[in-house]
């Protein structure tokens, strides 16, 4: 399944960038919820780096968008790149980075980051900011 097929971005919507100079954006979204491979409610903290281009994110619709995986059976791993996907491709920013803590379950906790400047990701690698941070605020 493609990673377009978990999600309705069109629940996402974007704000004209008032101003063309490079500057940052944090949102932190405390409790993103959804449901785990065993049908398990499942809580993550979801930090987002923007850098954008032409739009920005616009909150409330980023929320609702959000809340969509509630009810969804997803993994981690397959959440992260859900959500970056969506945002690269509804607000093509200069950079995006993802950070997504999981609360522990049986014990163990996760904590899942992706960065459009990896060269993996076709990026870069001209922010080194990444390097040995934390990206806990």
């Given at each position: ?59 409330k ?40 803590t ?12 992706i ?23």
């Open positions: 399944m493609k990673n377009s097929e978990w999600s309705q971005t069109s629940m996402l919507t974007t704000i004209v960038n008032p101003t063309v100079q490079g500057y940052e954006i944090k949102i932190k979204s405390p409790e993103v919820t959804f449901l785990g491979v065993k049908d398990q409610p499942d809580f993550a903290d979801l930090y987002l780096t923007f850098y954008p281009e032409e739009k920005v994110i616009e909150l619709s980023f929320k609702k968008y959000l809340h969509q995986f509630r009810n969804k059976i997803i993994s981690y791993e397959r959440l992260i790149n859900v959500i970056y996907d969506d945002v690269m491709r509804t607000y093509k920013p200069n950079r995006l980075r993802i950070v997504m999981c609360n522990p379950r049986g014990g163990i906790s996760s904590r899942l980051t960065d459009s400047d990896w060269e993996i990701r076709g990026g870069k690698e001209a922010y080194r900011d990444w390097t040995g941070q934390s990206d806990e605020w």
